[in-house]
């Protein structure tokens, strides 16, 4: 079985309606435990917003420590679940089951396997 990495991809130009939070995250919970009953789940977490991430960049031997997040732009990670399945097309299933629940874009990423180098 492989993992697969579901990004969910926020506009945090866009914020979301308070009152739309609480029903969100019950429905993403639902999800997630569909998936631990499936035997597919293998983590899930949720993340602060981008302002409280600190980005670490290497350059001649030293490290450069700078606020913010690493990419400029509107659209940032604002959570994730960690899964195993069987394909691509059993995490797509899943991820379409997650961008319902959470009203949100979700990347698909294979992990690397090395050990199959």
């Given at each position: 079985m492989k993992q697969y990495l579901l990004a969910v991809q926020l506009d945090e130009s866009k914020p979301e309606p308070e009152e739309d939070f609480e029903p969100m995250l019950a429905r993403t919970g639902r999800v997630t435990e569909d998936m631990k009953s499936a035997g597919?789940?293998?983590?899930?977490?949720?993340?602060?917003?981008?302002?409280?991430?600190?980005?670490?960049?290497?350059?001649?031997?030293t490290v450069t420590i700078t606020d913010g997040?690493?990419?400029?732009?509107?659209?940032?990670?604002?959570?994730?679940?960690?899964?195993?399945?069987?394909?691509?097309d059993q995490a797509l299933a899943w991820a379409e089951k997650c961008a319902l629940a959470c009203g949100q874009l979700i990347e698909v990423r294979p992990f690397d396997d090395i050990s199959q180098r």
């Open positions: 597919v789940w293998v983590f899930v977490g949720g993340l602060r917003p981008s302002h409280a991430s600190t980005v670490v960049r290497p350059g001649d031997g997040p690493f990419a400029e732009t509107k659209e940032q990670l604002g959570g994730f679940w960690v899964i195993r399945c069987d394909d691509l």
